[in-house]
């Protein structure tokens, strides 16, 4: 009969943990979602800022050989993800589109719309107002006489950075409400699970254990729980990528190693602090309490 209770006891504590897992799994899934999201749009805010575009047009009296000549030179710049030359013939056929350049070409009176000039895409951290202002300033110092017009549009640097980083503050917030959320269900899911543990807890102090030596196993326990937490966690997450990409045309969701490994050691980390902080304050509970309490 006491065999028996004694494994009915182990079964209803390995199964309280089971459960403390898997709960602390889905919320960490919810915070990694929330990350990977915000990873995902830090991705495409570099491509966006990246990807916007300005021309330097130059003054009638240079020709194409001097253009190309200060094209090479513009590639060795620190500030530039890519330098082109741009023809006249090309702009001409940018410019219409699918429309006939020659139809162009007549109503213009066969002057080009656009000379030829060089576009520039620039680096991430300077696809700002400032950066953009300063790379002008640059041009305009080494190339002065020799340039018309740097043009890009103000708008579309400003609102590329204005629009995300308010999507990056209601990530922020976003993932600040899961994380009160996380800490308060696994606080719960922890004291739960020591509750079954109480007596032992109890027993050992009654016995003359310091309170060092009964904290050590449940530490060491609950690094682990929150390491394999996050890593389920991890797998659920890239289980969901996995079915976006492949049910959802329309949607792409990839990341490099380096922003998997990142985000794997977040999780990682809020798994185990917070297991660990619970678990602290748990155990010091059932450590005050009084044997009559414990009932």
């Given at each position: 009969m006491a065999r028996r209770t004694?494994?009915?006891s182990r079964r209803g504590v390995?199964?309280?943990?089971?459960s403390t897992i898997i709960g602390i799994s889905l919320v960490l899934f919810l915070i990694g979602l929330v990350l990977g999201g915000f990873f995902g749009l830090e991705n495409v805010q570099r491509q966006a800022k990246e990807n916007l575009t300005a021309?330097?047009?130059?003054?009638?009296e240079l020709n194409d050989s001097d253009i190309k000549q200060i094209e090479q030179e513009l590639k060795t710049w620190n500030e530039f993800s890519t330098v082109t030359y741009v023809s006249a013939d090309r702009a001409l056929e940018e410019f219409a589109g699918l429309g006939d350049k020659e139809e162009i070409l007549e109503i213009l009176d066969g002057e080009q719309p656009i000379p030829t000039n060089i576009s520039f895409?620039?680096?991430e951290e300077y696809a700002t107002i400032d950066g953009m202002m300063s790379i002008k300033n640059k041009i305009?110092?080494?190339y002065g006489d020799q340039i018309d017009d740097v043009n890009y549009q103000e708008e579309s640097v400003e609102s590329v950075n204005l629009g995300f980083r308010q999507f990056v503050l209601l990530f922020a917030a976003v993932a600040l409400?899961?994380?009160?959320?996380?800490?308060?269900?696994?606080n719960n899911t922890i004291r739960l699970a020591l509750y079954s543990k109480r007596f032992s807890i109890k027993t050992m102090q009654l016995v003359g254990a310091r309170s060092r030596y009964i904290r050590r196993p449940f530490l060491w326990q609950a690094i682990g729980i929150g390491v394999v937490s996050a890593i389920i966690g991890m797998?659920?997450?890239l289980g969901l990528f996995y079915?976006?990409?492949n049910v959802l045309d329309s949607i792409e969701i990839i990341y490099d190693l380096k922003t998997l490994l990142l985000l794997l050691g977040i999780l990682v980390a809020i798994g185990i602090i917070i297991t660990l902080i619970s678990t602290w304050f748990a155990l010091n509970k059932y450590l005050r309490m009084k044997l009559d309490d414990l009932y």
């Open positions: 004694d494994k009915n390995k199964s309280s943990y089971v021309d330097i047009f130059f003054t009638p895409q620039p680096k305009l110092e080494n409400l899961l994380i009160v959320i996380a800490v308060a269900m696994i797998a659920i997450l079915a976006l990409n």
